[in-house]
């Protein structure tokens, strides 16, 4: 018995032009696809299939990329109107390490009292890295 694939799962030419703007992001920074895949919670063999075509990016692995990569949304989808801010270039570059993608992720899920003592933690090194 063959099963067929649901012709609403199925990647389209967009996947495809997706998947090749991804790989050119990822070789322009000098990343790996076990590194990208390890940023965004992915195997590298997912990443190939990614930048293959052969699989669809979900919506929520999207914007997990456009951070990773370091890349507006417009670099993706040229054609879609990217309203946030423009972002902060150090608040980027750290978005897009290892660290800050574990912060970024686990930080939320923090008590609230264990948030302002990470916060008061990095108020007070951040005044000592600036002050000597």
């Known amino acids: 018995m063959t099963k067929k694939r649901n012709a609403s799962k199925a990647p389209t030419k967009q996947d495809a032009y997706l998947g090749q703007r991804i790989r050119e992001a990822r070789i ?5 696809q076990t590194e990208l ?3 965004i919670g992915v195997s590298y063999q997912q ?6 075509g ?3 990016v979900n919506g ?6 456009v951070t990773a990569l370091n890349r ?5 989808f040229p054609d879609a109107t990217d309203v946030r801010s423009i ?8 978005m897009a390490t290892k660290d800050g993608q574990k912060i970024a992720t686990k930080f939320p899920r923090m008590p609230m009292r264990a948030k302002r ?3 008061d933690l990095i108020d007070v090194l951040s005044t000592e890295n600036v002050n000597g």
């Open 28 to 32: 322009a920074t000098g990343m790996t």
């Open 37 to 39: 895949g390890e940023l």
């Open 47 to 52: 990443i190939q299939k990614y930048e293959d």
């Open 54 to 56: 052969h699989n669809r």
């Open 60 to 65: 929520g692995r999207i914007g997990t990329l």
């Open 72 to 76: 507006p949304l417009s670099y993706f």
């Open 87 to 94: 972002a902060d270039p150090i608040a980027s570059a750290f």
């Open 117 to 119: 003592a990470v916060m």
